[in-house]
C-alpha cells in the first residue's frame, strides 16, 4: 500500500510539472502572438503560411529540386 502511495505521488508530481511546463509555454507563445499582433500586425496566419514555406524550402533543399 504505502509503495502504491509513492508511486503514485511520484507520477502526480511529473505530470504536475508537464502540465506546468506546457501551460508556461502555451502563455508564452500567446504573449508573443499577441505582440507581434499588436505591434506589427502580423497574425498567427501570416506565421503559420512563413513556417509552412520554409518547411517546403527545406524539403525541396533536400531533394535537390
Do not use: C, E
Request: positive net charge; hydrophobic residues 60%.
Amino acid at each position: 500500500m504505502i509503495i502504491t502511495l509513492i508511486i503514485a505521488w511520484i507520477v502526480f508530481i511529473i505530470l504536475w510539472k508537464l502540465l506546468k511546463a506546457t501551460v508556461r509555454t502555451a502563455l508564452t507563445l500567446a504573449a508573443i502572438l499577441v505582440l507581434l499582433n499588436i505591434s506589427f500586425g502580423i497574425t498567427p496566419q501570416d506565421i503559420w503560411h512563413y513556417v509552412t514555406q520554409f518547411a517546403q524550402n527545406l524539403s525541396q533543399i533536400q531533394t535537390g529540386k
